[in-house]
């Protein structure tokens, strides 16, 4: 059908962002010229100056979750600054440091939308490859720029900064909310950290804030050393050393599972006390192995975690600015997209890429 002449127009006001896009399950990543939608009455426009790289993002360029409709765009820890907004937003003005995370859209109407759980509607669209309301596919933030519904942006606090502060906007806010609604965020409390990358480094992190004993749980004993000093973990237990393991037995009030491969799960629930709880938030494509008898005794809990809601974001992230949470990254240029993407799949990271797109020649808005 040919489009009606305020299609047409609207057309002709739409940017152009270059991205990094996969074309097929190998995830090779390469430029891509996408086009953005124009700012519209709500929305805010960002020139992206970092992204930081998810394990997500590498289960989805590799189609590991079978859902990517390529060419995707990765990218849903996405800091930048505003340089344009439409006449209804209130909340941002140009030049603003601004943030968005892994949705960008929602119904905006249903109660859960209404009580700040965005996250949970069933109309959320994600940050890429979901298709919008309007019928475009999303592109996420391995680009130029983006324009984005102002619900869905994220002030950034002064004390922030953007690159350190990039990852908290997907790997933040998902630890962050199970902390809150599963009473993992009390003094006192001991709080198992599974896997620690992207989103156990923050874990142990917010975790100190909230006055908790910690203890990272991990398969990398080479991790033992920075975790105890550099993060300040309490204790560190190697997943694999049966000594470590029954040690730590019946100990602890929650884990926060952040593993992004299948591992079994019996000798972890041993880990908590009765009445524990096991929070799961990473996301491996098979199916998990728990035996019943493992949950039973003891009065397990298994949950799980999506995300977070927006005003549960912006929470987050001025709390972290409070306490000085940052995450540690190894900010990369984007011509290094595809070998970063190589260690993450090896846990060889401490403890989250970030594309430094602002000084980037591949990804640079043409006008
Ligand atoms: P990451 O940086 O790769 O960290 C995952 C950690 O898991 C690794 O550092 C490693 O820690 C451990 N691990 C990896 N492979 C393992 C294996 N084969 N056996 C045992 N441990 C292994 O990933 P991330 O970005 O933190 O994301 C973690 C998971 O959360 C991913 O599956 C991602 O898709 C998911 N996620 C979920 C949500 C949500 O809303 N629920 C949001 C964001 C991400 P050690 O070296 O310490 O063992
Ligand atoms: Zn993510
Ligand atoms: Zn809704």
């Known amino acids: 059908m040919a489009p009606t002449a305020a299609e047409g127009a609207k057309q002709q006001h739409a940017r152009k962002a270059v991205g990094l896009a996969a074309r097929d399950a190998s995830g090779h990543l390469a430029p891509l010229t996408i086009t953005r939608r124009s700012t519209g009455d709500d929305d805010v426009a960002i020139k992206i100056l970092y992204c930081g790289i998810c394990h997500s993002d590498l289960h989805s360029i590799k189609n590991e979750w079978q859902n990517t409709m390529y060419p995707i765009v990765p990218g849903h820890e996405i800091a930048g600054v505003v340089t344009e907004v439409g006449k209804n937003v209130i909340k941002f003005k140009a030049g603003d440091r601004v943030g968005v995370g892994c949705m960008v859209n929602s119904c905006q109407s249903c109660d859960l939308c209404n009580e700040g759980f965005e996250n949970h509607c069933p109309g959320i669209i994600f940050t890429y490859n ?91 004993p080479g991790k033992r050393q920075e975790a105890l000093e550099r993060l300040g973990a309490d204790a560190f237990v190697v997943s694999k050393n049966a000594d470590e393991m029954k040690a730590a037995t019946g100990t602890m009030d929650g884990i926060i599972n952040t593993v992004a491969a299948n591992i079994p799960m019996a000798p972890l629930m ?74 993450l799949a090896k846990a060889d990271v401490r403890y989250r890429f970030v594309i430094d797109i602002g000084n980037s020649n591949t990804l640079k808005d043409s006008e």
Do not use: W
């Not at 009065?299 to 940052?326: P, R, Y």
């Open 130 to 220: 979901s298709v919008d309301h309007d019928g475009t596919v999303t592109y996420g933030g391995y680009s130029s720029n983006v324009v984005v519904h102002e619900r869905f942006v994220v002030r950034f606090p002064d004390a922030m900064p953007l690159d350190q502060g990039a990852p908290l906007l997907c790997a933040g806010i998902t630890v962050y909310s199970p902390m809150k609604y599963h009473g993992l965020n009390a003094p006192g409390k001991h709080v198992g950290v599974l896997g620690l990358g992207g989103l156990g480094h923050v874990a142990v992190k917010f975790a100190k804030a909230f006055g908790m004993k910690v203890s990272v749980i991990s398969s990398s």
């Open 270 to 343: 041993g880990l908590l006390k009765p009445n524990g709880k096991m929070v799961m938030v990473g996301l491996p494509e098979k199916p998990l192995e728990i035996p019943p008898f493992d949950l039973i005794m003891g009065n397990k809990t298994l949950a799980g975690s999506c995300i977070g809601g927006m005003k549960d974001t912006q929470e987050m992230i001025d709390l972290a600015a409070k306490h000085g949470v940052t995450a540690d990254v190894e900010v990369v240029g984007a011509d290094y997209v595809n070998a970063a993407m190589e260690r």
